[in-house]
């Protein structure tokens, strides 16, 4: 049994702020923001003038009416540019083809990009941002529950290469993130599901009262309930705040705990194609398990935990194995290869976040490669 849920403070109204001294910037959250968003932003744009980035699919809902007529009504002009969905729009032509499109509007140095969608919009737009005459202001307004608690905060931008995912990148952190939770109501529940993966992971890396909180209210989180989905989002995104804020370039190994299930969800992903098959959040929840489950193996953690992460996510429909997600489990030695492949930019030994309990996550170099073999083993 979970101990009792603490509760969690209310939602405030006031933004977060991501501390970084003259790069500090907010975060709003909150129900009707895409219609406040020129309100917002008119102040801080250095001109009122945007490029708006989107993709086909969210040009078909009324988050990107709403959000142009709230910035015409607060005097600014837009430009918009949309691309096509998914991670193909991460390749270096799709880049290109955007840079194009925005060189060939007449931009300068103080036009604002606004980017409005999922992760690879935000990905995409933050990187043609931060290289576009040397930087452009930006803002992230992401529409997905993974864009929204993860990749929207933090100020890392990038695509794709042939060799990799996210290995063409910049650190660009936008001048604001403005986090409208009505967008959810769209998600579909896959997405949803998906997105919750780094949602828990916060609690999994650094807060054990949260997750406890999670386990109670997650279920009702994810039907619907705006304002549970506002405090999830909320503390979700003050976490990645502050270990943004303690080591924006990654250089103290602070930042890598938010990598907590990475090493091997970036494994699943490689071997799997980066598709529709296995989305990001999925892989985040099958590499949780497994870092939970060699922190155990190891002596690191209690099995209680790993138990406790396992039964939470299964009780929301949320696979945790991935022969039941995908027909499939990994060969043991792909998945290894898989790993060595994707760290190779490190030089050095695989890196794993691992933890020693719920909400103590910790890096750790190179493991024990039999009993890593034998977690692997479990599902393969
Ligand atoms: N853009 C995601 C991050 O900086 O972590």
């Known amino acids: 049994m979970p101990p009792e849920a603490t509760a969690l403070p209310e939602a405030g109204d006031g933004p977060l702020v991501v501390e970084l001294a003259e790069r500090r910037y907010p975060i709003h959250i909150a129900s009707g923001l895409l219609d406040q968003a020129g309100e917002i932003l008119a102040p801080l744009l250095p001109r009122p003038l945007a490029l708006l980035v989107t993709d086909t699919n969210v040009a078909l809902t009324p988050h990107l009416g709403r959000l142009e007529t709230s910035l015409a009504a607060a005097g600014i002009a837009v430009r918009r540019l949309v691309v096509v969905p998914g991670e193909s729009s991460k390749g270096l032509e799709s880049y290109g083809r955007l840079v194009e499109a925005m060189l060939a509007t007449g931009i300068d140095r103080k036009t604002t990009v606004l980017a409005l969608g999922g992760g690879v919009i935000g990905d995409l737009a933050g990187f ?29 931008t990038g695509i794709n290469s042939a060799h990799g ?7 660009h952190q936008p001048l604001a993130v403005l986090i409208d939770v009505d967008v959810l ?15 828990i992971k916060h609690g999994c890396l650094a807060d054990a009262d949260y997750f406890a909180w999670l386990e109670t209210h997650a279920a009702a989180m994810l ?3 705006p304002t549970l989905r506002m405090q999830a989002i909320r503390r979700s995104v003050e976490i990645k705040a502050a270990v943004v804020a303690a080591d924006e370039r990654e250089t103290t190994g602070q930042r890598a705990l938010l990598n907590f299930g990475h090493t091997f969800a970036h494994a699943y992903e490689a071997l799997t194609g980066y598709g529709d ?12 398990v497994k870092a939970a489950r060699l922190s155990a193996a190891l002596q690191l953690a209690p099995t209680a935990d790993a138990l406790r992460l396992e039964a939470h996510l299964e009780s929301l429909g ?10 499939r489990g990994f060969p043991v030695d792909a998945v290894i ?6 760290k190779k930019a490190e030089a050095g030994a695989l890196r794993f976040v691992l933890w020693h309990g719920i909400g103590r996550a910790f890096l750790t170099g190179g493991v024990d490669t039999a009993i890593l073999r034998e977690i692997l083993e479990v599902d393969a």
């Open 128 to 156: 043609a941002a931060a290289t576009t005459l040397r930087g452009l202001p930006f803002v992230q307004l992401p529409t997905s529950l993974l864009a929204q608690v993860d990749s929207s905060v933090g100020g890392k």
């Open 165 to 171: 995912k996210n290995l063409i990148g910049a650190f």
């Open 185 to 199: 109501q769209d998600l579909p529940e896959r997405e949803l599901k998906a997105g919750y993966g780094e949602v």
């Open 223 to 225: 039907a619907g309930d």
């Open 277 to 288: 098959r296995l989305l990001h959040g999925e892989a985040v929840a099958l590499g949780m």
């Open 318 to 327: 949320i696979a945790t194995d991935p022969r039941r997600l995908l027909n």
């Open 337 to 342: 290869e898989a790993m060595t492949r994707d």
